[in-house]
Every structure is written in C-alpha cells, then in structure tokens.
C-alpha cells in the first residue's frame, strides 16, 4: 500500500515538473509574441512640442519595430525589417540578417523593456531623436549551440521619421552611455 | 626525480586546460583596424557579431586576431566570441563614430509665401564619413543665399548629431538657396518664395470683334509681388442669354478673356476665394 | 423502309429550321426590311447602326443628298479620340410622337456603353414617306467646320523633378501641393447619404486631388468609406476651385455620427490649356420633363479636348453647396468650336438653386 502510494506519488511528481516546464516554455513563447514594453518620457523635447497621438504612435511603432527586428535576427528573415525601419537602420540590419545566414548564426533576444528620453522633434514634425534606455538578454547561436548568453543594459540613440501610416526607424545606434 | 617530473607534468597539463581568454580594447573609432589577442591553444572558431554584421572564422587560440577596418565601419556595440574545445569565451566593446564629416540636411517647406516669420525650418543631422550619428557637438555653419541680396551665414553646434535654425522667408518672390557646411559636407536646397494670394483684384472691359475684351490689372498680393503665371483667375458674365464662367490662367502677369455679350451684362472676377471687382457693359445684338 | 428513314430526318431538319427562322426573328426582320412604318424604318436603321453597318443605315436616310456619309458614321463612332470612339450602342428605345399619312416624328432613345459608365443620347427624328417605305430625315449638322491649320499652343506648362532612387534621405523632395476643403454638406438621397462640397488648390503649382470621407457612428466605429472617384476635376492649376460628390449608397444619415474628411494631392506635371468657356447656362426642363442645366462649351485653347467631363456645383441662397452633378460630352471640343452639353439634377433639388457654377474636367490622350 505504502509501495503503491509512493509510486503514484512520484509518478504524480515528475508529471507536475513536466507540465510546468510545458508550461513555462509556452509562457516564454507567448512573452516573446507580446510587444516590448515602451515608455516615452517627453518632457525635454523640442523645439517642437510633441502631440499626443503622436506620443502614443511612437512608443507603439518603436515597440513594433523592436519586434520585428528581434524576430529578423532570430529567424533571419529580413524581409521582417520592411514593416517599421527603414533607411540606414533597415540597411544595416538586413545586412546583419545576410551575415548571420552566411556564418550559419541566428540571435535571439529577449525584451525586457525600453524606456525612451525624446531629445528632439523636429519644427516641421519630419524627424524624432531618442535615447533609449533598453534591457536585453542576448544569446547568440552557432546552429542549436548557444556560443552566447548575457543579460545586456545598453542605449541607443536613435532616429524616426514619419511614414504613410506610422513612425519608423530611420537610424539605431548603441552608444557606451558616456558624455561626448 | 619523480617529484620533479609529477610537477613539470601537473604544470603543462594546467596549462593545456587552462580556459582560453579573448582580449579587446574598450572604445575603438569606426573605420580603424584593431588586433584582437586571445589565449589559450588548439583551433578555435572566432565571431564579431556587430550591428550589421556576424562573422565566424576559423583561428587559433592563442593567436592576435587581425579586425580590418571595413568590419568596424558601423558604430555600435560588438561582441567578440571565441569558442574552443573548453567552451566559449565573450568580451565586448564600442565602436565610436569618427569625425563628423557629413550631413543629413533637411529643410521644409519647399514653397512658402513670402515674408512669413520663422517659416522655414533647416535641420542638420550630423554623420562621420561611414554615415554612424556624430554624436560629439559640432559646429554646423547655416548659410541663406536670396534672390539679389547678400548672402547671410550663422554657426550652429550640434547637439547629440542635430543642429536646427528657423528662418523667415525672403520679402520678395523667387528661388531662395539654403546651405549646411560641416567637414568636407555641404549641402544645399532650394526654397521657392511665393507671393501671397491676390490682393485688389481689378478686371477692365473693351469692345473687341467676338465682343468683349475682358482683362485683369497685372495681379499683385498685397506686398506687390506678382502672383505667378498659371494661377487660375475664374470670370463669370451673366447676361440675358445665360451665364458664362471661364477659369484663365494668368499669362505674362495678367489674364485675359474674350467673351460675347448680348443686350447688359454683370461680369464679376475670382481667384481662390479672393474676389475683385463687378462690371456691368452693355453688348450688342 | 430504307427510303422512309432519311425522308423522315429530311423532313425533321426542314420543320426544325423554319421553326429557328420563326424564333430568330424572321418574321419582324422580314417587317422591318419593308419598312412599312414610321417605327420599323427607324428601328431599322438604329439596328443597323447598332451593327456599325453604316452603308446600310445610311441608305435609309430620305435626305442623302444633304448628309455626308462620313458626317453620318462620325456621329456615332466619334472621333478625335471622344467618348464614342470608346463607345458602342448597347440598345435603343423607339416612341413615336406624332404621325400622319406622309410624315412622323419619333423619339429615340440612344443607350451607349463607353469606358466612363453608360451614356443616354436623346433625339427627335423625322420619318417621311417615300413610295411603299419610310425613311428617316436625318437632320443636317451644320456645326462650324474647322480648317486644317496649326495653332501655337503657348500656356504654362509644369513637369515635376522628384527625388532620384539614388539620392540619400536628406535631399530635398518638393512638398506635395496644399489643398483646402472649402465645405462639406451631407443630404440624405431616397437611396443614399451623398456629400458634396467645394475644394481649393491654395498652392502656387497644380495638384491632383482626390476627396475621401469615413464615415463614424456614435461609438467612433468606421461604417462607410468612399472617395470622389470621378465626380471631382481631379488636377487643379493654383488658386483653382472644384466641386465634388461623394456617394454612399444604402446609408442613412441617423446611423452616422461623424464624418471624416481626407483631401489627398500630389505633385503632377499639368498644362494651363485648355481653357474652356461654359456659356449660356440656363436651368431649365427638357422634353422629357427632367431638370437640367444646360449650356455650351467652347475651347478656347489650341489643344483639342477628346473626352470633356461637366461637372456642375448648386448653391442655395445662402451660397451652400446643395448638389453636385456630372455628365460626359460626347463630341470632342475642337478649338473655337461650341458644343453643348447637359446634365441633370433632381427635382427636388432644383426647387433649392439659386445659382451654379460649371467646371470642366477633360481627359485627353496627350498627356498633360
């Protein structure tokens, strides 16, 4: 009897351990889907003063663009870049994504979130520079073998300008956070 | 004997295992070549993942790794990997821009109606040569050249690879050249300088052979800039055989029309929503 | 028996093919090539025309000697590049007027298919009777014939040089021109919501526009979107005013809250010519007994106009814009050479009009 229920306990055990780990690997996933967390602090902009829709559109279409850039260089798909970057950032990236295909690599980030400081909106509204404080887990995979796992606080000036229907990336570039 | 030899064993075996070690300068400037060293033996497969860039080559450990110039050409963050038998080991390190010695120059509106204050904005974003943000304050020299007036320059400093100047638009209509100097970069565009809508709009009536002879006075804004040739003025003669409308571009500064008129006639002009004045003739049968 | 068999299918076949002759028609064709009426002899010559059998048609014509055969067969297959070169006379209706031993007058109804939508051609035609069959009086076209010359062509011309594929981000592009939406009215149709308006080109180079309205309903949801489409002159010189219609069939004005307007305009090469005079505008019913302003439009341009569009604003008496109303001329417009045109407008609406203002939009096979 006492044999039995130990059994069956264990057997219940190792089912539970399993299913979380399901679970858990489904969760991860399911983060990776979510859009990265966004927020704009403004109170420094000019010479133009930023409106409100287009306070919203920014954090929303730079949540995207960080979105499909993560998932370009996971899955190394540049056409992923066309929807939210373009100019230099599109370029480079794409080039990035030809790389990492040549070299058999892929990279996969996970978005801990991105808190932007706006620097400048241009007076006729064509053009918008940010920092952005961004947290990071970067692995990098040679194949299936992860060759690079680190946590990363990085920043990042970067520039958007206005589309038909969105802001885009037009410029992204990680600087070592000192003064110049 | 024996010790000695278990020690001298024991020390090279360390050694052997010991982990390699990849070593970096902490800030490079974009476009210059680095030599990256690393310890530790045997072959080894070595990355540089950039912003765009990913690269694997086979070295080995324990060698200098050679960085060309042409890999570091983009500013950013770079992690160099170099993965053994022993696993792998990572150190990062920036790519600062290079001296600024481009421009990204950005001027609107390409039209704008004459006189009008702080209408034209001029936007400088600063670049190195290899195009990355110049993010070091700048000094950007703006320079306005107008239609028969003396040219006017002012120096702006950059600020986190921007620098901005508002300017009014010239007093008199016609092309106005706006300049951005920085390094070996200097940029120009051309903003056109339109006069205003038509002010004192007066049209003139004579007999002709068809009938009448209808004319406006040159058409002016209110400053006296002429308002430019293809612009629409519409004329609209109402008599006892109906109405009749003609939209006539302006030609030579002036629009003109030839209308036949039967018995009294009310004529009345219009550009845009600008009105001038009302005749009132009388045509023959 | 072996003769019975191919007598009997023999027989089949003939009952078989007077039986398609009778259900083919046969019988009104062989009435209609005698001609005996008013009303055949007509028909007769539409068919043929329908057919584009023009030596045919023509042949019906009492009045040979006066009408050109060429003049004849233009009228019905355009030229210069019109509306009826791209046109085809889909049916026709016939509806006699009066008659009398010897002479008739009948009205034809033309419904033309063209590339722009259908077209409707009404005329009144005399029919007279010549021996055993009528024929049909074509009536004389005695409009102004124009001379072959050359006519120097010299208003403003505008051609746009954009941004090269190569240039980098920051070189200039010229802005795209400013328009203005002058007024909106929405009117609630039997069978529709329509907005009409007026839109001004405030720019100094020409624009080509297109109007869009959304419409929203108390939630803020979008119900309905639809654009001007072609009841606008879409390129419009500076300074240049348009009126314009949007329609949304099956609407009612109670589920819409809010309407939002977009005036889009790009930059398009475009000429100053043509310029064309509307003149001797007047509202007034035509035979049918339908509301119609109608008028003439003469070029008074060097370039010929193949395919001129009316498009007519009405104002109340406080200048509000309370119907917008579209027509395609047929005939092309020739320089100095008057054509006149006609377009409709409900009854109901005409109660309302104090005054109207006609533009004219062109389509041409030269670029502008």
């Known amino acids: 009897m006492k044999a039995t229920a130990l059994r069956y306990g264990s057997l219940l055990i190792i089912l539970s351990i399993l299913l979380l780990g399901v679970v858990a690997y489904r969760l991860r996933a399911t983060a990776d889907d979510e859009l990265p967390r966004v927020q704009l602090n403004a109170d420094n902009i000019g010479p133009r003063p930023i409106e409100d829709l287009t306070s919203k559109t920014v954090q929303r279409d730079y949540a995207l663009a960080w979105q499909t850039m993560e998932q370009a260089v996971s899955e190394n798909k540049s056409a992923l870049l066309d929807g939210y970057l373009t100019g230099l950032a599109k370029e480079d990236f794409t080039k990035r994504v030809d790389s990492q295909i040549k070299s058999g690599l892929h990279a996969h980030y996970t978005d801990r979130g991105h808190k932007l400081d706006a620097l400048f909106y241009s007076p006729s509204g064509d053009a918008m520079e940010l920092r952005d404080h961004a947290q990071l887990d970067v692995q990098i995979l040679d194949g299936g073998k992860v060759i690079y796992d680190e946590p990363v606080n990085a920043e990042f000036i970067v520039l958007m300008t206005p589309g038909a229907d969105r802001w885009l990336v037009r410029q992204i570039q990680a600087t070592n956070g000192e003064k110049p | ?285 | ?368």
């Open chain 3, 1 to 368: 028996m072996k003769r019975l068999i191919p007598i009997v299918l023999a027989g089949i076949t003939l009952i078989l093919i007077v039986l398609a002759w009778f259900q083919s028609g046969g019988v009104e064709r062989r009435e209609m090539r005698a001609a005996n009426s008013p009303d055949q002899a007509v028909r007769l010559m539409l068919s043929q025309i329908q057919g584009r059998n023009f030596d045919a048609a023509y042949a019906r014509l009492a009045n040979r000697s006066d009408v050109d055969r060429n003049a004849f067969a233009r009228e019905f297959q355009g030229s210069y590049g019109s509306l009826l070169t791209y046109a085809s006379l889909e049916n026709f209706d016939v509806a006699p007027l009066h008659s009398s031993d010897q002479d008739s007058t009948v009205r034809v109804h033309l419904h033309y298919s063209t590339a722009v939508g259908p077209l409707d051609d009404i005329r009144d035609l005399k029919v007279q009777k010549t021996g055993d069959t009528w024929k049909v009086f074509w009536p004389v076209n005695n409009a102004t014939k124009l001379p072959p010359q050359v006519i120097p062509v010299n208003y403003l011309r505008w051609d746009v040089i954009g941004r090269g594929a190569g240039d980098e981000w920051g070189v200039q592009n010229v802005d795209t021109p400013q328009v203005r939406i002058l007024s909106m009215n929405a009117i609630q149709r039997p069978d529709s919501v329509v907005l009409v308006g007026e839109v001004v080109n405030e720019d100094s180079v020409p624009a080509f526009v297109n109007i869009g309205a959304t419409l929203l309903d108390a939630q803020g949801n979008e119900i309905a979107q639809e654009s001007s489409f072609d009841k606008i002159a879409h390129t419009l010189l500076p300074k240049q005013v348009s009126p314009y219609r949007i329609d949304f069939p099956n609407m009612r004005m109670e589920k819409i809250k809010n309407v939002r307007m977009d005036a889009k305009a790009l930059l398009v090469a475009a000429s100053a010519d043509p310029v064309i005079e509307v003149n001797q505008q007047k509202l007034e019913t035509d035979p049918l007994g339908k509301k119609v302003l109608t008028g003439q439009l003469t070029n008074e341009g060097g370039q010929v106009v193949d395919i001129p569009h009316v498009i007519a604003a009405y104002y109340d008496s406080n200048g509000k814009v309370v119907w917008v109303s579209d027509g395609y001329v047929a005939q092309p417009l020739l320089p100095q050479v008057p054509v006149p045109f006609a377009v409709d407008l409900p009854p109901d609406v005409a109660k309302g009009v104090q005054s109207y203002h006609v533009v004219v939009n062109h389509y041409d096979r030269v670029s502008s």
């Open chain 2, 1 to 285: 004997m024996r010790l000695l030899l278990t020690v001298v064993f024991t020390f090279f075996a360390a050694l052997s295992v010991a982990a390699s070690e990849i070593r970096v300068p902490a800030q490079v400037t974009a476009g210059t070549a680095i030599t990256i060293s690393t310890s530790g033996s045997g072959e080894a497969s070595f990355y540089l993942i950039g912003p765009a860039s990913a690269n694997k080559t086979k070295v080995q450990a324990g060698s200098n790794i050679p960085v060309d110039s042409d890999q570091l050409e983009h500013a950013g963050r770079y992690v160099a990997i170099l993965c053994a038998s022993d696993g792998c080991t990572a150190a990062n390190f920036f790519v600062n821009p290079a001296e600024a010695n481009r421009l990204s120059f950005l001027v609107h509106p390409s039209r704008i109606p004459v006189g009008t204050p702080d209408g034209i904005s001029a936007v400088a974003i600063v670049h190195d040569s290899f195009r990355n943000l110049a993010l070091k304050p700048s000094p950007v020299t703006f320079s306005i050249m107008a239609k028969n007036e003396k040219p006017v320059s002012a120096a702006r400093t950059s600020e986190n690879g921007v620098a901005w100047v508002r300017l009014t638009s010239a007093r008199k209509e016609g092309p106005t050249r706006l300049g951005a100097a920085i390094g070996h970069a200097d940029e120009i565009r051309v903003v056109q300088q339109v006069a205003a809508d038509a002010c004192n709009l007066r049209i003139k009536a004579s007999r002709d052979k068809r009938g009448f002879l209808i004319e406006t006075d040159p058409v002016h804004d209110c400053a006296g800039n002429s308002v430019p040739d293809g612009t629409v003025v519409s004329f609209t003669e109402s008599d006892a055989a109906g109405k009749t409308t003609v939209d006539v571009p302006i030609k030579r500064g002036v629009a003109k029309v030839e209308m036949p008129i039967d018995g009294r006639a009310k004529i009345t002009v219009a550009s845009g929503v600008v009105t001038g004045n009302e005749l009132e003739v009388a045509g023959g049968q």
